[in-house]
């Protein structure tokens, strides 16, 4: 029983659809892999290509997931948009009343099954790098969230009792200790090329250790410390904030980062450390006659080259 | 070919109507054939026969239709407020160091804003508003199962917003720790203050409210629908709002449970979300102490079911437009309601997607769940394309408001997809690209859907129809003014602007992007305006709808606009989820199940269009 306008009302949409849709899954997953073996030729669609190995493995997920969204997205947009104007009411001949098409159905299910499975391995794979942290970093820095303001403790010098600031048992006034004040933002130095283990916690709420330019954040949570590094792939300086609401100046939580090489690295922590064994209120300096190239300096309260307070 | 036998067979399933003077009713001015059921003498009579009238009647009334416009319209008056603090907040962001509003201010407003929008507008608009009204109507029952826990819920609902409201008033303003009153931030210590004890009491009263229309819903649909109307014959929104109505009855209870423990934590001296006054060695708990992750895990297992409960009323909505106007039925209607359990299902499995940069959950686990309910959706897109395909669509106000919502939460899905996976949260999480994601879900879902309900179902509601013209208006300046206001902020978040700053650095080039989405803000609000307009004259220059102007499917579309008292006199056969239909054109019925080779036969003959 079937309106007798039922034969011109459709002209094929149906079996059409599965086959361009798996065609264009086909041309997602080519395009996806060869994105990550050459991910550095394809544009970064607004994001940061990632200054640390794990950045520039999210920057080459979000490349594949950006592309599939747009492939997929404008699969689904093209068919919404032919939908509206192909099917303008011209006239009031009524449309076959069709409700149910099973093999089609089936396609559209399975075949974003099968698109969710690809990426999740892609995320899998993304993610264990990301998240990976060596036994043996280069370097451990333990990073103090507080409102509103950020410390970064490394180690003291050797036989001082401060191997590792997060540990219960470190000596904490021959720690070294890099903290901000109201004029300054504090700055994180990190080596370049090497991994780097980051112990992250809050001394109060909670707030969220961002570097954009890294393309990653963490909680800094109380009650727990959280570990990730940072591989950094070239020198230079970087802008941080807090991403968490963590009260009245949230908006006001930034701080640096600066990337040098490892033997500047190394220098300058042991300048420092000899500096806090001859007197423990030392305030850390920036390492001296490096510019970790300044056209990535972008916070107007930025202290480049500048003094250091600590406590 | 059809188990539809004989159309004329209406069948009395109620008393008939009681004495008393029937009410002139505004008939139809369609053509014949598009009306509502033909009934000889439409016995309509309003509640007027049945109770108070004016004032006293708002107060006392537990009839459905009165509890759900109530609803509807304290919610929306709460929805406009919540847009004028938006707009607060968009003038703020304008300029990188603007002095229009304190941190302190500013923090208050995006918190109320949020708090506003997502628990007194978008669910109560939803489930205690239109499924309120709608519900009832669609499976030709007279009332709700409960009329006077309805009614209770709905003055929990009123109390609790105006309690939320009051946080203005109060000695330290309203509560300023975000929508999500994350702690330890909510904590006596770092939020003191009667705001945040008057925000955690507004929202046990609003969950409450919430969990009695949950058991209301359920317990309606289960037990009042008419003879003929079995699970499969009920409209999709019907289905929806019962999955809804499940799904508050799994997830609120975690939040009222867990908005009391902070209540207890923030004055009886417990410290289940605090580390404060327990021993901590540098930092580290040592002994006694609260867990701050528990808040989160709590509030999440409520918040992504929540998540679902505001987006599948609104799914409904769309999925009862657009065949209306696409003049066929639901395309794939049995996928389209195991899509929506499916959804509901995973809803419960996905809440540490929000957690993912806290270091401390099973990421390939969440992130698998939450990848995979873009399965559902996706069939859910699917469906709806179907069902325009091969329509005869007209666009009016209700149609393009459901294509602004295919369009808005296409995009939003896309980028969901995104943060679903950990390392590319990892680079977006708290920034304003997230901030964009959800606008273009939630205004996709609550405020493109659900307004394109509210055009749809307002002849039903009032007996008169709003002017399509300023209608158009509205869609077309609200959808310019989304693309612009949530477009950019997807960009100023890549860039790595967070979300809850009052101010930003200036040389980062982030102003264009804000400047842009305040003119969106304000296009939208301009939209809104005339709205209200639209709603004015309609009452002052009343257009009469007749029983059914868009020649529609369901059931409640065969009764009187508005319906009378108990909704019903007579009930056509109920013999496919489209009564009304069936009852009107009878020559044009669904192809049946199972005709799926003779449907793929014609799909393949590839004939030229007539």
């Known amino acids: 029983m079937t309106s007798p306008s039922a034969e011109s009302a459709d002209p094929s949409p149906l079996d059409g659809a599965p086959r361009r849709r798996s065609r264009w899954l086909a041309a997602a997953a080519v395009v996806g892999g060869a994105l990550l073996l050459a991910g550095c030729k394809v544009p970064n669609f607004g994001e940061y290509p990632g200054a640390t190995t794990q950045g520039r493995t999210e920057n080459h997920l979000w490349q594949l997931f950006f592309i599939a969204g747009l492939v997929v997205g404008g699969f689904v947009f093209l068919l919404i948009l032919w939908a509206i104007f192909r099917y303008r009411r011209k006239s009031e001949e009524m449309p076959r009343q069709t409700q149910y098409h099973t093999l089609l159905e089936v396609v559209y299910t399975v075949v974003p099954i099968i698109i969710v499975l690809v990426l999740f391995v892609f995320t899998v794979l993304a993610e264990n790098n990301v998240d990976a942290t060596p036994a043996r970093p280069a370097a451990t820095i333990t990073v103090n969230a507080f409102q509103w303001g950020w410390e970064f403790e490394y180690p003291g010098a050797p036989g001082s009792g401060c191997a590792n600031p997060s540990s219960p048992t470190a000596n904490q006034n021959r720690c070294v200790k890099v903290i901000g004040q109201t004029t300054q933002d504090p700055t994180m130095v990190i080596p370049t090329g090497s991994e780097v283990q980051i112990n992250l916690r809050s001394l109060d709420v909670l707030h969220g250790f961002y570097v954009p330019e890294f393309n990653f954040s963490r909680y800094a949570s109380p009650g727990y410390t959280t570990s990730f590094d940072f591989n950094a792939l070239h020198t230079g300086d970087f802008r941080g904030q807090c991403t968490q609401l963590c009260g009245l100046y949230h908006s006001l939580m930034f701080f640096n980062v600066k990337v040098v090489t490892r033997g500047q690295f190394t220098v300058w922590l042991h300048t420092e450390q000899a500096a806090v064994e001859a007197n423990p209120s030392h305030n850390p300096k920036l390492p001296s006659g490096v510019n970790g190239g300044a056209a990535n300096t972008n916070s107007p309260s930025n202290n480049q080259g500048g003094d250091l307070s600590g406590d | 070919m059809t188990d539809v036998t004989d159309v004329t067979d209406v069948t009395d399933v109620l008393a008939p109507p009681a004495p008393g003077h029937d009410v002139e009713l505004p008939q139809t001015h369609l053509p014949a054939g598009t009306g509502g059921g033909h009934l000889d003498e439409p016995h309509g009579h309003g509640h007027e026969d049945h109770g108070p009238t004016g004032i006293l009647k708002w107060l006392t009334s537990t009839d459905h239709k009165v509890i ?240 679902y409960i505001l987006a599948l009323p609104f799914f409904g909505i769309v999925t009862e437009v657009l065949p209306v106007f696409s003049r066929k039925p639901v395309f794939g209607y049995k996928g389209m309601v195991f899509a929506t359990m499916a959804i509901a299902a995973l809803s419960t499995g996905v809440w540490a997607h929000h957690m993912f940069t806290t270091g401390a959950v099973l990421l390939p686990f969440f992130s698998f769940l939450s990848l995979l309910i873009a399965v559902p959706t996706g069939i859910k897109f699917f469906n709806w394309i179907g069902t325009m395909w091969g329509g005869q669509l007209v666009f009016t106000t209700p149609m393009l408001f459901c294509i602004g919502f295919l369009l808005a939460f296409l995009m939003g899905g896309v980028t969901g997809i995104m943060l679903a996976s950990p390392p590319i949260d990892f680079a977006t999480h708290d920034t304003y690209f997230v901030v964009a994601h959800f606008h273009q879900v939630l205004v996709g879902t609550a405020v493109f859907a659900g307004f394109a309900g509210f055009y749809y179902w307002y002849p039903k509601m009032f007996g008169r129809m709003l002017n399509d013209t300023l209608g158009k208006w509205h869609f077309w300046l609200l959808f310019v003014g989304f693309w612009l206001t949530f477009m950019p902020q997807y960009i100023v978040g890549l860039k790595g602007m967070p979300r809850r700053v009052a101010s930003y650095p200036t040389d980062l080039g982030w102003q264009i992007y ?60 109920i013999r496919s989820e489209r009564p009304t239909w069936d009852y009107n054109h009878p020559d044009a019925l669904a192809v049946p199940h199972g005709v799926v080779a003779e449907a793929a036969a014609h799909a393949r003959k590839k004939e030229p269009v007539a």
């Open chain 2, 514 to 573: 804000n400047e842009l989405s305040t003119i969106g803000a304000f296009i939208i609000a301009v939209s809104f305006a005339i709205m209200l307009w639209n709603l004015w004259q309609s009452w002052r220059k009343p257009i009469p709808a007749g029983n059914n102007p868009w020649d529609a499917h369901t059931l409640e579309w065969f009764t009187t606009s508005p319906p009378p008292h108990h909704n019903y006199t007579h009930l056509p056969p």
């Open chain 2, 68 to 307: 759900g416009l109530s609803y509807m319209i304290t919610s929306i008056v709460l929805f406009y407020f919540a847009g004028i603090m938006a707009l607060f907040i968009r003038l703020q962001l304008t300029t990188p160091h603007s002095s229009l509003l304190t941190f302190g201010q500013y923090n208050e407003l995006f918190t109320m804003h949020g708090s506003l929008m997502l628990y007194l507008f978008a669910g109560p608009f939803a489930f205690g508003g239109l499924a309120n009204y709608v519900v009832p109507l669609q499976i030709g029952a007279p009332d709700m199962a409960f009329p006077r826990l309805n009614a209770l819920s709905y003055w929990l609902y009123l109390t609790g917003s105006i309690t939320m409201l009051l946080g203005f008033l109060v000695a330290g303003g309203a509560a300023s720790f975000g929508w999500v009153a994350y702690a330890p931030l909510s904590s006596a210590a770092s939020s003191p203050g009667i705001g945040g004890d008057v925000w955690i009491m507004a929202l046990v009263l609003t969950g409450f409210s919430a969990i009695f229309t949950g058991v209301n819903l359920v317990a309606t649909i289960f037990y009042l629908r008419a003879p003929g109307m079995t699970m499969f014959r009920m409209p999709i929104f019907t289905w929806n709002m019962l999955v809804t109505g499940i799904l508050i009855l799994i997830a609120f209870p975690v939040l009222t449970g867990a908005l009391v423990m902070l209540f207890c934590d923030r004055h009886f001296g417990t410290h289940i979300f605090t580390v404060t006054g327990c021993h901590l060695v540098n930092g580290a708990p040592y002994s006694g102490c609260g867990s701050p992750l528990l808040w989160q895990n709590l509030f999440w297992f409520f918040g992504h079911p929540e998540v």
